[in-house]
């Protein structure tokens, strides 16, 4: 696949874009439905990059859906039975588009990140580095970076706009913002979700060392999850053989793109500088990599 093939972004003759974010656009169906497609945008340091990773828009829409099955007994989605051929007459560019698109509830998002993390690292690993804690919550002192932390926790953050840097608080902030009893709902299922996933993944040698939930509510106040579920956009995830602490280990994502980025005397904000074919192709390779381990069924 060339970046000839990539989605970049995408206008809809026939609907309204009624938001465009890092990577994924978004159209108004009607009062109570959207359609979200996933693009090959890509973003790191919160800056979306010029150049994007050709078909990367499906990996994430097929690791989505997959999770979103996994997990609807613990919490409802924003999916529903709509078509893409439903909301667009053009068969052709239903078709082109079917594979990185959500036909999904309208609903409204909670203003927070609800981040959960097994391990030390990110921006967890720095917050710890500053005040031994990581959003206002103890840990043992000595540990490493990549180390396990004792327990699952919930380190959630307040949503930045679109080329902003989310900003981790802590819980008592998050009940300030949304009310002690949505609180509670959001971290429990969060966690749940996330040790449900880690343990799947662990049986097939892959470590989810963090990832980010968001959670919306419909005008009677039920909670769903929204947007996207455990893809290497919203989650670290290292190949177990390879993992040591001490070290950020090498991951199943945008790492190449970031190590790249390191490299440069760039100051992280936008424009972003442009990528090279080669990074983007290796950044490419794991994402669907990490598909194939988690999707596939498992051989005996």
């Known amino acids: 696949m060339t970046n000839a093939d990539a989605l970049f972004e995408i206008d809809i003759p026939t609907l309204t874009r009624i938001a465009r974010g890092k990577v994924r656009d978004i159209f108004a169906i009607d009062d109570e439905h959207l359609l979200i497609v996933t693009t090959d945008r890509l973003s790191a340091y919160d800056v979306v990059m010029p150049d994007p990773i050709p078909g990367k828009g499906q990996v994430l829409t097929e690791l989505s859906n997959f999770w979103f099955s996994m997990m609807q007994d613990l919490v409802p989605n924003h999916l529903t ?5 439903d909301v667009i007459s053009d068969a052709e560019l239903a078709e082109n588009l079917q594979p990185r698109s959500m036909l999904v509830r309208r609903l409204k998002p909670l203003p927070i990140e609800a981040v959960v993390r097994g391990y030390l690292i990110g921006s967890g690993w720095t917050d710890y580095l500053k005040t ?8 043992p002192s000595g540990l490493e970076q990549a180390a396990r932390l004792p327990e699952t926790t919930f380190t959630p953050a307040a949503k930045a706009a679109v080329g902003d840097h989310d900003e981790n608080v802590s819980f008592e902030q998050v009940v300030s913002m949304i009310g002690e009893p949505l609180a509670i709902q959001v971290r429990d299922i969060a966690i749940k979700i996330y040790e449900r996933a880690a343990t799947f993944a ?12 968001e959670f919306g509510q419909d005008d009677d106040g039920r909670l769903f999850i929204i947007d996207e579920i455990l893809t290497p956009d919203s989650s670290r995830f290292w190949p177990a053989s390879e993992y040591r602490t001490g070290i950020s280990p090498p991951s199943f994502d945008k790492q190449f793109v970031r190590d790249y980025l390191e490299t440069l ?3 992280k904000t936008s424009p972003g500088p442009t990528i090279p074919a080669d990074i983007l192709q290796r950044s490419g390779d794991k994402y669907r990599e990490v598909r194939q381990i988690l999707v596939s069924p498992q051989t005996a």
């Open 265 to 267: 005397d760039w100051d």
């Open 132 to 139: 031994g804690a990581v959003c206002g919550i103890e840990l």
């Open 202 to 213: 662990s049986e097939r040698g892959i470590i989810i060392a963090d990832t980010k939930f």
């Open 81 to 85: 039975d709509l078509s893409i051929f």
